[in-house]
C-alpha cells in the first residue's frame, strides 16, 4: 500500500510543517497504515484506530518531545510511534528486538514515561509538570487517559493532587466507553449519563418541539448540541478536584481539536479536557466488536478476525473458566471477581451463567482483593481471576486484609511467567517470590492443564488464602477429568527414576526436564506446591542424589528454588543445588519458546547447564 504523505513525516517537527488542510488526509493514511501493519504483526488493533486524530493532533499543537506527553497504560500509542521515527520498525512490533507494544523511554525521546499497566499517566506528568516550575522551564505536560483507566484509584490520587499544585498540567479524557472488557462502575455511568442524562435530552425534545417550525433553526441547534452539554459538565466531579473542565469535544474532529488544544496549551494550571471518541474507528468489524479486536493475532484485514475454525489445545485459561462454572453448579457460595479482565481470565461464560455471582470491578486490583476479603469475612467463597503483573498492584492488600486475616479467598493467577509479545511490563516473573513469602499463603504450580483443575478444586477447599499460578496458553495438552477432585495438600510426585541428578520442577517446564532428563538419566520430581513444599519428597531426593536442580519460570531470586535451599539448611543437609529459573534483569518482548530458549530453559540448554555444573563440582 502507497502511502504518499504519511512517508514524508519522520518526526513531529515535519508534521507541524503540514497545512491544517492535509491533517484530514494524513489521518486517513496512518489509520489505513496502522490497519496494515497490525493485521501482518499482531497487536492492539481498536484502541490505536481511535486516537489517530488525537495523536494527531496533540502532535501538531505541542512542541514535542519539549513538551510531554505520557500516555496511559500504551495500547493507544502506535500512531504516536509512527509519527516519531519508528513507522519502519512497526515490521517488527513485539519480536525480539523490534519495537516495543508499549512506550518505552529507552526506545525513544518521545516516550516520556514507560507505561504498561493503568492509571499512572496523571501522577507522573504531575511529577513531570512540578519539576518544569521549579526548574524555571517553559514546558507543557499533558497526560491522556482513558475512561477504563480513570476507574483506578491512582488516578483520583493524582487528580486530588494536581488540583491544588500550582503546575501547568492537562489530563486528557480519551472517553471510548471501553477498557479491554467493557467499563463498569460508577464512574462510567456517570460520564455516560452527562452525554445522555434526562436533563439534557428533555431540554432539547423542548428546543426541537419549539423549533420544529423553522428548520434552519433545529439544523443551528443541532449543530451546537456539544456546546450546550457543555452546559451540564462543569461544576461537577473534575471542576470541584480543582480542574478547568473542557468538553466533551469529538475526538475525531480535528477540526475541533486543534484549535481546542492550541487554546489549552496558552492556559495555565491544572486543565482537563474530555474528548470522546470510538474504539475501531474507520474499521467497520473493529467497531462493531472493539473487545475482539483489542489485542489480536495476525489476520486477514480484508475478512477480519475468523473465529470457530481448527481445533486448537486447550489453554489454561479456558480449564479454569470450565472449572469455575462447574464449582459455581455445587456451591452457592462462589463469587467470581475479576478486576476488568473478564474475556482475558476466561470468565466469559461464568458472567452470562451465574451473573449474579459475577464482580468485575474494573480496573481496581486493590479493591478486588479487599472486596474478597469482605466477602470471605461474611462466609462467602471468593475466586479472584486475575494476572500476575496485575496482582502486583494489589501486594498490600493480599498481605494486609488477606493472608494477614487468613481469609479463604482462591486466586486463578493466570499468565505466570514469561507471556510473550507484551513484554517486560507484562511478564509473571515475580510471583513465586512474592507470594511465598507471605504467612498462611498456599502456592500452587500445575504441570499441565488437568493438574490445574485439580488444584483449582484443592484451593477452594483449603481454608484459607491459596493460589494457583499457571501460563498463557496451553501446556503438555493433558486434558483435565470433568470431575472435582483435589490434590493432597503439600505433595509432590516423582515423574522419573534415574541417577546422580534429581530435578526438582515447578510447573509447565516439566516437559523440558522430562526431555532433559532422557540425556542425563536423572530422576524428575512434580513438586507441584511451592508452599507448603515437600519436605519429606526433598529430603528423599537429597538423600540418595549427588546434585539437586529446580526449575521454575519465575525469578531465581526469591523463587521455589530459595524454597528448596531454606529446606535443605533446615534439615541440616548439605547438598550441590543448582537452582534455574529466570535471571535477575526485565526480560523484553519476544515469542515465549524463542524466550525460553534465550533464558536456558529449553530441554537442550537445560541439559547442557546441568552438565557442565556437574563437571565443575567433581
Known amino acids: 500500500m502507497a502511502f504518499p504523505l504519511l512517508e514524508t513525516i519522520t518526526d513531529p517537527a515535519e508534521l507541524r510543517q503540514l497545512p491544517r488542510e492535509q491533517l484530514h488526509a494524513l489521518a486517513e493514511e496512518l489509520r489505513a497504515f496502522l490497519l496494515d501493519s497490525v493485521a501482518r504483526t499482531g497487536g492492539h488493533l481498536s484502541s490505536n484506530l ?47 528486538d523490534g519495537v516495543s507494544g508499549f512506550p518505552r523511554r529507552d526506545e525513544s525521546a518521545y516516550d516520556t514515561f514507560g507505561v504498561g499497566h493503568s492509571s499512572t499517566s496523571i501522577s507522573a506528568a504531575l511529577g513531570m509538570a512540578v519539576a518544569a516550575r521549579d526548574k524555571g522551564e517553559e514546558r507543557r505536560v499533558v497526560a491522556i487517559i482513558g475512561d477504563g483507566a480513570m476507574s483506578a484509584g491512582q488516578a483520583f490520587e493524582a487528580l486530588n493532587n494536581a488540583g491544588v499544585v500550582d503546575a501547568n498540567l492537562l489530563v486528557i479524557l480519551n472517553d471510548n466507553d471501553m477498557s479491554i472488557s467493557p467499563p463498569v462502575g460508577a464512574l462510567n455511568k456517570y460520564l455516560a449519563r452527562l452525554l ?32 450546550v452539554k457543555g452546559m451540564f459538565v462543569p461544576g461537577t466531579l473534575f471542576e470541584e478536584l480543582g480542574f478547568n473542565y473542557i468538553g466533551p469535544i469529538d475526538g475525531h474532529d480535528l477540526d475541533s481539536l486543534i484549535p481546542t488544544l492550541q487554546n489549552l496549551r496558552e492556559l495555565t494550571g491544572p486543565q482537563f479536557l474530555h474528548v470522546i471518541t470510538r474504539k475501531g474507528q474507520g474499521y467497520k468489524l ?30 489454561f485459561t479456558k480449564v479454569f473458566g470450565d472449572w469455575l462454572c462447574n464449582m459455581a453448579d455445587t ?14 481470565s476466561g470468565m466469559t461464560r461464568f458472567a452470562a451463567t451465574f451473573p449474579d455471582r459475577y464482580h468485575d470491578v474494573g480496573i481496581a486490583e486493590q479493591h478486588a482483593l479487599t472486596f474478597a476479603a469482605g466477602l470471605a469475612c461474611e462466609g462467602m467463597k471468593p475466586v479472584v481471576a486475575i494476572y500476575s503483573t496485575f496482582l502486583q498492584r494489589a501486594y498490600d492488600q493480599l498481605i494486609h486484609d488477606i493472608a494477614l486475616q487468613n481469609l479463604d479467598v482462591t486466586f486463578a493467577i493466570d499468565r505466570g ?39 483449582l478444586t484443592t484451593a477452594y477447599h483449603h481454608p484459607g488464602p491459596a493460589a494457583v499460578r499457571y501460563p498463557r496458553g496451553s501446556g503438555a495438552g ?3 477429568a470433568p470431575t472435582l477432585d483435589s490434590l493432597p495438600l503439600g505433595k509432590g510426585e516423582i515423574r522419573r527414576r534415574g541417577r546422580a541428578v534429581a530435578i526438582l520442577v515447578f510447573g509447565t517446564l516439566l516437559t523440558a526436564a522430562l526431555n532433559a532428563a532422557d540425556t542425563l538419566d536423572a530422576t524428575v520430581a512434580n513438586m507441584r506446591f511451592v508452599k507448603p513444599l515437600d519436605l519429606a519428597l526433598v529430603r528423599e531426593l537429597a538423600q540418595t542424589h549427588d546434585l539437586l536442580v529446580t526449575l521454575e519460570e519465575n525469578t531465581v531470586i526469591g523463587g521455589a528454588g530459595s ?8 534439615m541440616g543437609i548439605l547438598k550441590p543445588l543448582l537452582r534455574l529459573g529466570l ?36
Open 50 to 96: 481511535g486516537t489517530i486524530e488525537l495523536t494527531i493532533a496533540l502532535h501538531y499543537v505541542f512542541d514535542t518531545p519539549a513538551d510531554r506527553l505520557v500516555w496511559d497504560v500504551g495500547h493507544q500509542t502506535y500512531a504516536h510511534k509512527v509519527l516519531t521515527g519508528r513507522r519502519a520498525g512497526m515490521a517488527r512490533l513485539r519480536t525480539k
Open 196 to 227: 445522555s442524562g434526562r436533563t439534557f435530552n428533555a431540554a432539547r425534545r423542548a428546543g426541537e418541539k419549539v423549533l420544529s417550525i423553522a428548520p434552519p433553526l433545529l439544523q443551528l441547534a443541532k449543530r451546537a448540541e456539544e456546546h
Open 286 to 315: 473493529a467497531e462493531v466488536d472493539p473487545v475482539l479486536y483489542h489485542g489480536v493475532a495476525k489476520f486477514d484485514a480484508s475478512n477480519g478476525i475468523q473465529s470457530g475454525k481448527g481445533g486448537g489445545k486447550l489453554s
Open 331 to 344: 456451591d452457592t457460595r462462589l463469587v467470581g471477581i475479576t478486576p476488568a479482565m473478564c474475556e482475558g
Open 417 to 455: 511467567g514469561l507471556v510473550g509479545a507484551d513484554g517486560a511490563t507484562h511478564q509473571g516473573a515475580f510471583d513465586l517470590s512474592f507470594l511465598t513469602c507471605i504467612p498462611n499463603m498456599v502456592v500452587m504450580t500445575p504441570a499441565d492443564e488437568a493438574e490445574c483443575r485439580l488444584m
Open 478 to 480: 493433558v486434558p483435565p
Open 563 to 570: 524454597e528448596v535451599a531454606r529446606a535443605l539448611e533446615g
Open 583 to 618: 535471571p535477575d534483569n526485565f526480560i523484553e518482548h519476544g515469542e515465549q519458546g524463542e524466550m525460553l530458549t534465550e533464558m536456558g530453559l529449553d530441554s537442550i540448554n537445560l541439559a547442557e547447564r546441568i552438565k557442565i555444573y556437574q563437571q565443575s563440582i567433581t
